[in-house]
């Protein structure tokens, strides 16, 4: 059963990833604007204009292009990276591992957190460490991730050089260390979305008739947080993890700048200043692609929390 | 009695009422008000209240440390922080507003013509908005922005051509509860028009929680932009601009910290007025 409410998912993704394509084409077809004057600045004669959108097949027809474009990119080619003069996916492969790293680093460190701080709240519920912990959002939310990341950069790279002030460091312990600000930032951002939502699902779960079964039978503590409460409250704040991952990857790209890490961020902006078509589009797709792997990956994880879905 | 009594009654009591809306704020939503309209006001008369030209360059007085002169001290070619930072208000309230506003045109009546008719049209704004939804705003304005070139009116169309999204979504969902109420059906028996129906009898009735959604909206696109104007790829130096002036300052962190510090800080404080004011507003909707 499970596996065939897995496989419906995955059918879904594929026409979802169909209507990508269709749509990021027909968007540029729409807007004013040109590809091949982005290439070359303001400056461009009419007749390089001319040449590139022959190299490029944006002279034929729409249909024509579109199919050009769509079997393309089910090769995987995502065309030719001017900067590099590689293959773009080649380029974005290399990239792709550094900013899969710092969101998952970002999501381990937010869920920590997040579950701590909920956890406290809920427990003293109504006493001023709630009432703190529930104002976190208010400052939280207009929070840019950007200025988040300069500000850790400056007081706990530059001035008391606890961490690398940017790039990575080679090794495990490197890595860890040199992500730990940049995903930080991150982190403040989505702790302060995702707190309040497991606060009131955790007093819910904690009014609920099989953690009063629990207690009755004296288990308390930790273990009745662990055991009976988080797995059950988790629930729809996973759902909302889910829904927020597209920002999460987004706040990513733009912290990856700010502390030059080597990850799809930083070749998103080289590829814009470098007038890099290529890359920049393929970045996006490629985002859109993970986007949908990881909305999957919590429809997996959704299911085996509450065995029920799937099943209906 | 006189008629002027009878007259003035009705709007005596309508004060009175608007008075006492107010004073049923919570001091909360009082703060959050009163963030947002210095912000306002700063914006509007930016030039009066700036001691200086925030463009004018004083190489002599590059980096000078916060004085009476310059409160925030000068930056790397010597213009006035202060002023710069006043200035700047226009452009990212300017920009914010008008391109979630767009964004919130175009959303609500894609979403009341979806909600509405249903059928065809329905299908296809749904499909789009589901589509959308799965795409990092993020790659795809810096994509657009590509195309478009920099600038304030790219900006402003790259919000528009990803913002609606969301809107469309909530406009539909409540137009779909508010199409079946009796007061619709009332209104169509009364030999309305659907053009009519919608804009008096349907709209009104959705606009509470599209404006909530659009003051929520507002704090993520001056983050955005600002983020685009810091990554050089939104709003070009030597415009004014918060997010540009983050980055301006980055490279003196050690020496001179409040060129970064500050602009971000009005960033932040301007984002809790109106979480404040959209707290305030969603909760006395609930109560």
Redesign the interface.
């Known amino acids: 059963m499970r596996w065939r409410f897995l496989g419906r998912r995955l059918g879904q993704a594929v026409i ?1 990833l169909w ?2 394509t269709v ?2 084409f027909l ?2 077809q729409a ?5 091949a004057a ?1 290439m070359f600045g303001a400056r461009t004669s009419q007749a390089d204009i001319k040449r590139v959108n022959h190299e490029l097949g944006l002279d034929k027809p729409l249909w024509t292009q579109y199919w050009h474009y769509l079997t393309h990119l089910l090769r995987g080619d995502l065309g030719t990276s001017i900067t590099y003069n590689r293959p773009a996916r080649e380029v974005i492969f290399d990239a792709l591992p550094t900013t899969v790293e710092l969101a998952a680093y970002a999501v381990v460190l937010t869920a920590i957190v997040t579950v701590v701080l909920a956890t406290v709240a809920a427990m003293q519920r109504d006493k001023p460490i709630d009432h703190l912990i529930r104002s976190v ?3 939280g ?7 988040i990341g ?2 850790l ?2 007081v706990f790279a ?2 008391f050089q606890l961490f690398p002030a940017g790039g990575v460091q080679p090794g495990f312990t490197g890595l860890i260390s040199s992500m730990f600000l940049p995903a930080c930032a991150l982190a403040i951002l989505f702790t302060a979305i995702l707190v309040r939502s497991l606060r009131s699902s955790l007093l819910e779960v904690l009014d609920s008739d099989h953690v009063l079964t629990a207690r009755s039978k004296g288990v308390h503590g930790v273990r009745l947080v662990l055991r009976h409460v988080l797995p059950n409250a988790a629930i729809p704040t996973i759902t909302l993890v889910g829904l927020i991952f ?2 999460l ?3 990513a ?2 912290v990856e ?1 700010v502390f030059a890490l080597p990850g799809l961020g930083s070749l ?2 080289n590829g ?2 470098a ?1 890099d ?1 290529a890359l ?2 393929g ?2 797709m490629i ?2 692609v993970g ?2 792997l990881v ?1 999957i990956l919590i429809d997996v994880l959704y299911s085996i929390l509450d065995p029920r879905v799937g099943l209906s | 009695m006189s008629t002027a009594e009878v007259v003035v009654g009705p709007a005596l009591e309508e004060r009175a009422a608007r008075v006492r809306s107010v004073r049923e704020w919570s001091w909360a939503m009082r703060i959050g008000v009163a963030i947002v309209s210095c912000y306002l006001i700063v914006a509007v008369f930016a030039p009066l209240i700036a001691p200086y030209d925030p463009l004018r360059q004083n190489i002599p007085n590059l980096l000078a440390s916060p004085s009476w002169g310059h409160v925030l001290g000068t930056d790397r070619l010597g213009r006035d922080v202060f002023s710069r930072l006043l200035y700047a208000s226009r452009y990212d309230l300017l920009l914010a507003v008008s391109g979630t506003l767009l964004s919130l045109l175009l959303g609500a009546f894609l979403g009341l013509v979806a909600g509405y008719f249903r059928g065809v049209v329905d299908i296809v704004v749904s499909r789009i908005v589901d589509l959308l939804l799965t795409i990092p705003i993020y790659p795809l304005l810096v994509l657009l922005l590509f195309t478009l070139g920099s600038g304030a009116a790219s900006v402003i169309t790259a919000f528009a051509v990803t913002g609606w999204v969301s809107y469309a979504r909530l406009a539909r969902s409540q137009v779909l509860v508010t199409r079946e109420q009796d007061f619709v059906a009332a209104a169509k028996l009364g030999g309305l028009g659907n053009a009519r129906v919608m804009a008096k009898h349907v709209l009104p009735n959705i606009t509470a929680q599209l404006l909530v959604l659009w003051a929520s909206d507002i704090v993520m696109a001056i983050g955005t932009i600002a983020a685009l104007g810091y990554l050089g790829i939104g709003i070009q130096p030597p415009t004014p601009e918060w997010g540009v002036m983050v980055q301006d300052g980055q490279d003196f962190l050690l020496t001179n910290w409040w060129l970064s510090v500050a602009p971000g800080l009005i960033i932040v404080v301007l984002g809790i007025g109106l979480a404040l004011i959209s707290d305030g507003v969603v909760g006395r909707r609930r109560r």
């Open positions: 979802t209507g990508l749509v990021v968007m540029f807007l004013p604007g040109n590809a982005a959002p208010v400052a939310l207009g929070l840019p991730t950007f200025w300069t500000m950069l400056f530059l001035k597209a920002g990857l987004g706040g790209l733009i700048s998103l902006i814009f200043h007038h078509f920049v589009q970045i996006t985002s859109a986007i949908l909305n």
